[in-house]
Nanobody, 128 residues
Framework: QVQLVESGGGLVQAGGSLRLSCAASGRTLRNYAMGWFRQAPGKEREFVGA????????YYQDSVKGRFSISRDNTKNTVYLQMNSLKPEDTAVYYC?????????????????????WGQGTQVTVSS
């Protein structure tokens, strides 16, 4: 069992930056692929980005490419989501998630069903 706790959310002006952290306990994160998802009011939870177990590859939703960056520090059991050039449409609750199975293709990282464990989420609000 993996417990995930997100932090770092808050209120920021458009064009600003935030770094979200996802700290894990219970198991070492090195055995898990990690994803970030977000959910805005009235909308479905959507894929933001993901990182492989080793950190060697990352995947992003088109709307955040070039602005968001995912990294991981397996020694600290933590995954990060660096968000730059934030826009009001980035406003949402952000969730990190862990997948225990081996993922052989990028498309699997984009599916909520792939991930076994979820954090409680952290609110990000971007004002215009």
């Amino acid at each position: 069992q993996v417990q995930l706790v997100e932090s770092g959310g808050g209120l920021v002006q458009a064009g600003g930056s935030l770094r979200l952290s996802c700290a894990a306990s219970g198991r070492t994160l090195r055995n898990y692929a990690m994803g970030w998802f977000r959910q805005a009011p009235g909308k479905e939870r959507e894929f933001v980005g993901a990182i492989t177990r080793s950190g060697g590859s990352t995947y992003y939703q088109d709307s955040v490419k070039g602005r968001f960056s995912i990294s991981r520090d397996n020694t600290k059991n933590t995954v990060y989501l660096q968000m730059n050039s934030l826009k009001p449409e980035d406003t949402a609750v952000y969730y990190c998630a862990a997948a225990s199975r081996y993922l052989s293709a990028a498309r699997y990282y984009q599916r909520k069903e792939t991930f076994d464990y979820w954090g409680q989420g952290t609110q990000v609000t971007v004002s215009s």
